[in-house]
Structure formats: C-alpha cells, structure tokens
C-alpha cells in the first residue's frame, strides 16, 4: 500500500487537511472507542501533525508529534492512530518509522515520550520505546507511559 506522508506544523495545515484530523480522530477515538473526551486541545496548536493518506486520498494515518516542553520534557507522540480499513497491513509501523523520521529530521536523534495504551506495549517495544514503569488510567483506558531513548 502506498501512503503520501504530510507533515506540518499546524499553522501550515489547511482548513481541508485540518477538518480531515479532527474527524479522523473523532471516529478512532471517541466514537469507535466509546470515549467521550475533548480531543481538540491547546496541545494541537503547538505541534507537528503527520497525516498519511491513500490512494485515495483517504486519510488512514495520523501522529501528533508534541514540541518538547508541552506535554513532558521531551517531545513526545500522541493521537497515533491508523484507520480500520488499513489495520494489520503495516501501515501502523509505517506510521511510527515516519514519525521517528520527522522527529530526527527536526530534532537531531531525540528522546521521545509516549503515552501508549497499555495493549499496544509490545508494539511501541518494536521501536525501542521502553516502558517508564508509570501505569495509569487516562479516560478508562490503562496506558503506559514509555520513552525512546
């Protein structure tokens, strides 16, 4: 499958491309996973967003990558989420060695902060994040807290 990768800051995103985002992450996070949450927050205006579209220009890939100083520290990756359709076709790993790109290319090699749901563990290990031993509940979800060193 080939995804077209775009990376922006978001004062550079457009109004399509910024609509596309916010439902994208609606349908993943709030309607598909049964959490009502505020989704849209003030972390949104101080970050990088990786959006990977298909041949259709179908929006199925998406990463929040966070200005250090703002949620930790470190810069860290949030809302990583791919589209049902495109699930367990490698698009996810694509996702996160794209985000890592974009990271170094921005960052020199940085440490990076997640907060993964506590599932999808083993998956973020593949990409040398470790756990931080920090366990927590964030919206009635058990996550994780993981750094890449």
């Excluded at 077209?4 to 439902?23: G, T, Y």
């Excluded at 990463?63 to 250090?68: F, G, I, S, T």
Aim: net charge negative; glycine share 6%.
């Amino acid at each position: 499958m080939i995804i077209n990768w775009q990376f922006f800051n978001f004062h550079d995103l457009s109004k399509f491309q910024l609509h596309e985002i916010m439902k994208f992450r609606q349908a993943i996070f709030i309607v598909e996973q049964d959490c009502p949450y505020q989704d849209a927050d003030e972390k949104d205006k101080d970050s990088f967003h990786l959006l990977g579209f298909d041949e259709s220009q179908q929006l199925v890939a998406y990463l929040r990558l966070v200005k250090e100083g703002i949620s930790y520290d470190e810069i860290s990756f949030g809302r990583i989420a791919t589209h049902l359709s495109v699930r367990g076709k490698g698009v996810g790993k694509d996702l996160m060695e794209e985000g890592i790109r974009q990271a170094n290319n921005l960052y020199g090699k940085p440490q990076i902060r997640i907060s993964a749901q506590s599932h999808l563990v083993p998956f973020y290990e593949a990409f040398n994040f470790k756990s931080t031993g920090k366990e927590y509940l964030e919206d009635d979800i058990p996550h994780t807290e993981m750094l890449r060193a």
